[in-house]
């Protein structure tokens, strides 16, 4: 037994470099780094229900950096009702003054969560309740496990009922075999398909039926193989028919005894005749719709160039025209000539927005991880010029990481705010570009302090050919904004815009957080 003494000795011997010495702000990340490397959601919360502390994984669940979590609540976090129901048991902690067990639900980007959340009271020196603690652990699996026991349990009560009425009048067939090979079981589609009663299978092997080795080989092969390993194995195998041939895929999967020994096989054949027939049209159409647009671009192209030409000659024959006469037209004369050459003018930048809006969309262009940051520099450097003539300035947010098309994007940008320079009456327009985030999505405001539009306009601005300012005839060719509508749509996003006459312009377009392409990806709130 130790003495006093002992006792003494060993806390003396205690370094004063030891951890136990260290101060408030390492102890506080000391704490940090062993919760953060908790498998559970970790969290304290003050009496108004704002977040104090919380680990790594609660930031994972709630799809936010856990320091951005500090000080907000859980209707930041969850949506209204879970948020609800996790403020109601924190409630009910402080009232009791007790920790409470509680199942609270939480909707992921896979489903609803179910967590096992342990919750209890905080107390200051004095004993006073002064924040709640929780511990909540993901039992969704034990949940959907239990579940599932529950349903199997009543599902082997009316198996011997109903298995044998279900298999008969599946149109699937069912096959299960032992592993000598032997048909243990067939149901009726299943010996329809060799031309027997189910009753005449049993026992027997295919060869015994005398069914095709070149069909039944590697089925049987795969069966073995289900024997041999213990995994699921699916294929396909084709039966020659008068008008062609019968496909089938099938699913075989082991049944194992409690020493997980495979002592059956069941097999699960799906006609998919049909279904491959669909994927071949399916194949045809694609290829199809691809011949289409690539004809479509090309005639956007020769169209162009069609309707080029015979514009460069009237522009040509009109500059000829004012070279001879220029000093000669006076009045009305050197009017209509002036307006001739604008008119041209504008029809040859309107041909080339109307092939530029034929072309956004046309094909199905590669998307990647965006720093919007880096791509609005390269925006700014492309209105240099413009910002110089007409004294703008363009002020920028901190904005994210996007998934998207570069070229696209930066059109949209160019686009917005070229609008915001065009239609301003100001000395020195201003064009500020700022993000939110809204759910499972981000919303960019590109806002100006131009003239405005009118609340009539709001739907038919993105319209194509629909001019924002109807007062100035150099005042674009209304093939601006479709553009933009047509980019964003690409990017599964929406476009609308809030305005007031005289008050200026904001431009609002969405984007996904989450891109659902091959696989999901998680931007980064900034990329870092």
Wanted: aromatic share 8%; charged share 25%.
């Amino acid at each position: 037994m130790a003495t006093s003494s002992d006792n003494s000795d060993s806390t003396e011997s205690i370094s004063v470099e030891s951890p136990l010495f260290c101060d408030l702000d390492t102890h506080r990340a000391m704490l940090q780094s062993i919760i953060d490397h908790s498998p559970a959601d970790i969290y304290l919360k003050d009496l108004e229900g704002k977040y104090l502390l919380v680990n790594r994984n609660f930031g994972k669940r709630v799809g936010m950096d856990p320091t951005q979590v500090i000080g907000k609540t859980a209707h930041h976090c969850f949506n209204q009702e879970e948020a609800d129901q996790k403020s109601a048991n924190d409630e009910v902690v402080v009232k009791e003054g007790a920790a409470k067990q509680f199942e609270e639900i939480v909707t992921m980007s896979d489903g609803p969560h179910t967590l096992l959340s342990e919750k209890f009271p905080v107390r200051d020196e004095h004993g006073v309740v002064n924040a709640v603690c929780g511990i909540s652990t993901d039992i969704t699996s034990r949940k959907t496990y239990e579940k599932k026991l529950r349903q199997l349990s009543s599902q082997i009560q009316q198996q011997g009922r109903t298995l044998e009425t279900v298999l008969s009048a599946s149109p699937n067939i069912v096959y299960m075999f032992d592993s000598q090979g032997r048909f243990l079981y067939a149901n009726q589609a299943g010996a329809t398909n060799f031309g027997v009663r189910p009753v005449d299978i049993i026992g027997k092997t295919w060869k015994n039926l005398k069914l095709s080795e070149g069909v039944f080989g590697p089925f049987m092969a795969d069966t073995s193989r289900v024997f041999k390993t213990g995994k699921t194995n699916r294929g396909s195998m084709s039966f020659p028919t008068p008008d062609g041939n019968q496909e089938y895929a099938y699913t075989l999967i082991p049944i194992m005894d409690v020493r997980g020994r495979v002592v059956n096989v069941i097999a699960y054949v799906n006609d998919v005749t049909m279904d491959r027939e669909k994927d071949r049209i399916l194949e045809e159409q694609s290829r199809e719709l691809e011949r289409s647009n690539q004809e479509l671009e090309e005639f956007a192209r020769i169209a162009s160039q069609d309707l080029n030409d015979p514009l460069r000659k009237v522009q040509r024959h009109l500059n000829a025209l004012e070279d001879i006469l220029g000093a000669e037209l006076q009045g009305d004369s050197k009017n209509h000539l002036a307006g001739a050459m604008e008119g041209a003018g504008r029809m040859k930048v309107l041909i080339s927005d109307l092939l530029e809006y034929s072309r956004v969309g046309l094909r199905s262009e590669p998307f990647r991880k965006l720093k919007m940051d880096e791509l609005i520099e390269l925006v700014q450097k492309d209105f240099k010029l413009s910002l110089q003539k007409t004294g703008a300035t363009i002020t920028v947010d901190r904005l994210p990481t996007v998934w998207g098309n570069d070229d696209r994007l930066r059109q949209l940008l160019q686009n917005l705010i070229s609008n915001g320079i065009l239609y301003n009456d100001h000395a020195e327009p201003t064009i500020h570009i700022s993000v939110e985030q809204r759910n499972d999505r981000w919303v960019f405001e590109v806002k100006d302090n131009g003239i405005g539009i009118e609340a009539r306009d709001f739907e038919s601005v993105f319209q194509i050919f629909h001019r924002i300012d109807r007062r100035s005839e150099n005042s674009g060719t209304g093939v601006g904004l479709a553009i933009c509508k047509k980019i964003v749509a690409q990017h599964g996003g929406d476009i609308w815009v809030r305005s007031m006459p005289g008050a200026g312009t904001s431009f609002f377009f969405s984007m996904p957080i989450r891109y659902k392409g091959g696989h999901q990806m998680t931007i980064d709130l900034f990329g870092e």
